[in-house]
């Protein structure tokens, strides 16, 4: 865990330190020859440099340990980190799309932006290359969906980049400084739908869901391989970052002993650590052919094949 939390803040800092370079490089460049693209790309990586500030105190907050007042421990801190970013994004993106809208519908008179604009944005674009790069090898390293979103972030930046290079390129050969503007514009879109993006995902987490079903039919085909082991049912999952907690509850006969049926819930559990990432699990187990009620909460395998038909 340690190794971990020195990998979450090391990658941290080396994203803040780069991502400031870039993001006063660009601002500066930007205001200097005149182009409201490279000044929004610059504003951009701004909000990447918040970015990292928040994964770097967030990478301190997952690695503490459970305690009484939070028995699950502090992986959600990522997703609610998560949510505070989005807000930060769409802030930098309305107020890009405020300045760049005005001066396109008010047509203020502009110059061609000066050639030193299409240089930083050539350095922005081999920067984020290998910002982004570092952030994902780390990521996969430390098991942090974080950092591997941070990386995909900043792999969007390098898309952004791209974009501003293209409306430079055509305001130069087309000698018209509004392809400057509503590139800006379409920026300041892109940056805005990010936020909502990012903001959507996290609710999945928050309200105790998971992203991909599948893990469901994993958890049945566990089950499935375990002898004595039937009727899967009231499966619930939900994720703590990259990982999940899963309640199930088994059918066992019933004349075993309790360590018999004790020994076959270990193998499920067991099983289902193999297939899906597990941060905490627990099996119920019951006798089997008990008559249940109908169940408000979880998945068993009827309702999941109706779901896949």
């Known amino acids: 865990m340690k190794e971990r939390e020195q990998i979450l803040i090391r990658a941290s800092w080396i994203s803040i330190i780069g ?19 490279v000044l929004g790309d610059g504003i951009d990586s701004a909000t990447d440099v918040v970015i990292s500030i928040v994964t770097l ?37 309305m107020q890009m799309l405020l300045s760049t809208g005005k001066s396109i519908i008010f047509a203020v008179p502009r110059e061609l932006p000066s050639t030193i604009a299409i240089y930083v944005t050539l350095l922005s674009i081999i920067g984020k290359l290998g910002l982004a790069y570092y952030q994902f090898r780390q990521g996969k390293k430390a098991g942090s969906v974080m950092l591997i979103a941070n990386a995909k972030n900043m792999r969007n930046d390098v898309i952004i980049s791209t974009g501003v290079l293209c409306g430079l390129f055509f305001t130069f050969i087309l000698k018209m400084p509004i392809l400057d503007s509503i590139t800006g514009l379409l920026i300041s879109l892109y ?28 958890i049945f085909d566990a089950v499935d391989r375990v ?3 039937v009727n899967p049912h009231r499966v619930r999952s939900r994720q703590l970052g990259n990982l999940y907690m899963i309640s199930l509850d088994i059918e066992v006969d019933g004349t075993l002993s309790l360590n018999e049926a004790h020994e076959i819930g270990n ?28 169940e408000k909460f979880g998945v068993d395998k009827n309702s999941l094949s109706d779901k896949l038909r």
């Open 19 to 37: 991502n400031a370079i870039l993001s006063i490089l660009k601002m500066g460049v930007g205001i200097f020859a005149g182009s409201l693209a």
């Open 57 to 93: 105190f967030t990478a301190r907050i997952v690695s503490r340990p459970p305690n009484s007042n939070y028995a699950y421990g502090y992986e959600k801190a990522d997703s609610v980190a998560a949510k505070v970013l989005s807000f930060v994004i769409f802030f930098a993106g």
């Open 191 to 218: 940056i805005i739908k990010s936020s909502i993006d990012i903001f959507m995902e996290t609710n999945v987490v928050l309200m105790d869901g998971v992203k991909d079903t599948s893990v469901y039919s994993k």
């Open 227 to 229: 002898p004595g082991a």
């Open 267 to 294: 193998k499920v559990e067991h099983n289902i650590k193999e297939s899906v990432d597990v941060y905490d699990i627990i099996v119920h187990i019951e006798p089997k052919g008990k008559t249940h009620h109908e």
